[in-house]
């Protein structure tokens, strides 16, 4: 189940995103829609493409200066997308962030691999990705700004307005330009005929003078003759700054001089320096977030594996979109013997949904174990949800109580689809249909309270299924489908329904890895 319940409406302030275009790259036009809304309202200017092949299209005619990309879309993918993009930027840095429901690590590699800048999964947390915004926007300006820097200094370098100083074969300063009066700070007769060694931090103002007198005398040149040395020069202020320092020798007049051309790059390795505690940072955060990932799926692995999922009666199969899944399968016998079967699906995917569903285990394993009738545990479950989860977030579900005993059971369907009974053989006998709202929207009232009684016989089975089974598409976009599900259910015996279910479901997508939790419970009566 997609969340699409995020109100970008409760961000953190806008960041500084001055005149920035975002390119927007999703084929859910509700993902596309909420991010517009979001990055508009941050002020950024906003482009949208729908699949991969778009985004390059869209690349092309307007330049964007950041890309918030999908990874699973129709046509082309993220990967694929991202690998393109890359290659027409060129020397422009236009960072590329993925927004993904996979989060395996090896999804991150794959997209760091492709040349993406970030990854953030899905649900997005509008919270980390407006700091995320605020962060690349100032890299972003920070990495303008140092390709204005550089193609001015080239200027000025090509009409000679770098920092030039030229010295004699004793040390001593002979000339100087503006460029070298404003890097270093002295007015120009301050260094004319002073030892160029005023100019350099220690240790370097001491040993320079040696420097020249071995070099010649016939010693090995370490900066003459070797452009783009890295140095450091010491302003009229005392402050130690880098340089970089190119030497030439020239003859002129029967005397030896030697022609620096300098630049400061201050600002340079200042944002070097920055990228790089950034890229420390990030590190440091990943690592944390995946300590902290393990610790929270060990806790909720102890909350869903109960010893009723082992009664012979269920079969059972959950496969996350994301590692932790929004989709619960629950079930218990009360004191009397009835099992009761719960499948529920939260909105969204990952922590945030699988945090949603604790609150519906807990009520449901003690209501059970005390011998409640299922409208009164529906009736807590619904209101332990309202008192808990969030604006927007709710959980659909699908409960039985059977009783094997008289052959009778009982169903409550809220927000998910269709419950099926088979017989023996496999053939459909009844189809039910959700006639609730899904858990923890509305109040609950009598409507809400409404029970669905069933007869069952010897040999048939309950089918339950969360949406992502049936939704799940191979790359044309064709859905697995209701049909095809009950084709698939009629052709197995009922001990290997599961896996022919699940085996018909890996054929028809062909991957292994799905954008919706997906969830099914076959409860069989013997």
């Known amino acids: 189940m997609d969340d699409n319940s995020a109100n970008p409406q409760s961000a953190l302030p806008s960041a500084d995103a001055g005149s920035l275009k975002v390119l927007v790259v999703d084929d859910t036009a509700t993902n596309r829609q909420i991010l517009q809304v979001f990055l508009k309202k941050l002020g950024f200017r906003v482009d949208i493409a729908v699949d991969g092949a778009q985004a390059v299209e869209r690349f092309v005619a307007g330049a964007p200066d950041l890309v918030l990309m999908d990874v699973m879309m129709p046509v082309m993918d993220g990967f694929e997308a991202t690998r393109r993009i890359k290659e027409l930027c060129g020397d422009r840095w236009v960072p590329v962030v993925f927004l993904s429901a996979l989060d395996k690590e090896e999804n991150l590699v794959t997209g760091l691999d492709a040349g993406g800048d970030d990854y953030l999964h899905k649900p997005v947390s509008f919270v980390v990705l407006d700091a995320k915004l605020r962060s690349l926007t100032r890299s972003i300006r920070m990495q303008r700004a140092l390709d204005e820097n550089r193609r001015r200094m080239q200027a000025i370098a090509d009409n000679v307005l770098d920092g030039i100083i030229t010295i004699d074969e004793h040390g001593a300063i002979q000339s100087v330009n503006a460029a070298a009066v404003k890097i270093f700070g002295y007015a120009a007769d301050e260094m004319l005929g002073k030892n160029v060694n005023m100019l350099m931090p220690e240790p370097y103002h001491s040993t320079h003078d040696a420097y020249i007198r071995r070099y010649i005398a016939g010693g090995i040149a370490h900066v003459i003759g070797r452009g783009g040395r890295a140095v450091f020069g010491l302003r009229q202020s005392g402050q130690s700054f880098p340089l970089d320092l190119g030497v030439t020798e020239l003859s002129f007049e029967g005397h030896r001089l030697f022609v620096g051309i300098l630049r400061d790059v201050t600002e340079e390795r200042a944002a070097e320096q920055l990228l790089r505690e950034n890229a420390a940072r990030l590190q440091r955060y990943h690592d944390a977030q995946e300590e902290e ?117 009982e169903l409550w369907q809220g927000g998910m689809p269709d419950i099926l009974l088979l017989d023996a053989a496999g053939r459909l006998k009844t189809r039910f249909s959700a006639s609730h709202l899904p858990l923890g929207i509305v109040d609950f009232d009598a409507d809400m309270a409404t029970l669905t009684p069933v007869e069952f016989a010897r040999g048939d089975q309950f089918v339950l299924f969360s949406d992502g089974l049936i939704e799940a598409a191979d790359e044309a976009g064709e859905q697995f489908g209701m049909a095809r599900l009950e084709e698939v259910l009629a052709k197995a015996p009922p001990a290997s329904r599961l896996d022919a279910v699940r085996a018909g479901l890996y054929a028809h997508t062909g991957i292994g890895q799905f954008s919706d939790d997906i969830s099914l419970l076959l409860v069989g009566i013997a």
């Open 293 to 409: 990932n393990s610790l929270a799926q060990r806790i909720i692995d102890r909350q869903m594996s109960r010893q009723g999922l082992s009664d012979p009666s269920i079969r059972h199969w959950i496969a996350p979109a994301a590692s932790f899944s929004g989709d619960v399968i629950a079930a218990a016998r009360c004191p009397d013997g009835r099992l009761y079967v719960l499948l529920a699906d939260a909105t969204g995917h990952g922590l945030g949904a699988a945090i949603s569903v604790l609150p519906v285990l807990t009520v449901f394993y003690s209501q059970v174990e005390q011998g409640y009738p299922l409208g009164y545990l529906v009736k807590e479950l619904n209101r332990q949800l309202r008192a808990t989860m969030p604006s927007g977030r709710f959980v659909a579900a699908s409960l039985l109580c059977l009783d094997e005993r008289n052959g009778s059971a």
